[in-house]
Nanobody, 126 residues
């Protein structure tokens, strides 16, 4: 049974920072790619950041330079450091265990699997 548990969400003012954590259990964490998704009210869940088993990262254009995804395999944990937060960053953030597939240029893209955490709310407002 794969279990993912997110934590670290909260309410902050624009320009503030939060650090989200996701602890995985019941899986081979070190060999899995991981992703952070965001679901805003009335919108589809969207991939915000992803990281391969080797530590390569990719980001949604709107968060690049502000967010950092990282992992600590010794703790089975993936993190999302969020700086310079904007109101548009508001939503429920979900952790996902997935995989990577090669693209035609020799790079990779993230593919989610059906393993999700319960989500953690992030609210950015004045």
């Amino acid at each position: 049974q794969v279990q993912l548990v997110e934590s670290g969400g909260g309410s902050v003012q624009p320009g503030g920072s939060l650090r989200l954590s996701c602890v995985a259990s019941g899986s081979i964490f070190s060999s899995s790619a991981m992703g952070w998704y965001r679901q805003a009210p009335g919108k589809q869940r969207a991939l915000v950041a992803s990281i391969t088993s080797g530590g390569s990262t990719k980001y949604l254009d709107s968060v690049r330079g502000r967010f950092t995804i990282s992992r600590d395999n010794s703790k089975n944990t993936v993190y999302l450091q969020m700086n310079s937060l904007k109101p548009e960053d508001t939503g429920v953030y979900y952790c996902n265990q997935g995989a990577t597939k090669p693209d035609y240029r020799g790079s990779w893209y993230y593919t989610p699997e059906d393993y999700w955490g319960q989500g953690t709310q992030v609210t950015v407002s004045s």
